[in-house]
């Protein structure tokens, strides 16, 4: 980096701006020592805002998923509707089952009892 004076942009964080400052090197050792525990201290919090936000993140998902209870009855509801006009579909088809199978059944005996 050229200078440190130039960051003058309203949109960088005053963290990114604190840590883009002091990555500068200068020639004095104490300043180096100085500037390298900055660079760490801001890099440090840089990341921790970072990983904070990311957890807010995630707790507002959670709760939006969670809380959405909603879209979740109307989601239930549709269900149910549907299974209900699948049951009302196939319960003809298994009564007619059930008398064709009956009818067969005594027709067998019918004819078991016949032969012997």
Do not use: W
């Amino acid at each position: 980096l050229s200078s440190a004076g130039s960051l003058t942009n309203p949109m960088r964080s005053s963290a990114y701006g604190n840590l883009l400052k002091s990555s500068a090197v200068s020639r004095e050792k104490v300043d180096n020592s100085k500037e390298n525990y900055q660079l760490n201290y801001f890099a440090f919090n840089l990341i921790e805002s970072g990983e904070s936000l990311l957890r807010m993140i995630n707790e507002l998902k959670h709760g939006i998923l969670v809380s959405d209870f909603d879209s979740v009855n109307e989601n239930l509801s549709q269900q149910r509707k549907h299974y209900s006009s699948l049951v009302s579909q196939t319960e003809p088809q298994i009564n007619h089952l059930d008398f064709e199978i009956t009818e067969s059944i005594l027709e067998l005996e019918a004819e078991y009892f016949m032969t012997t």
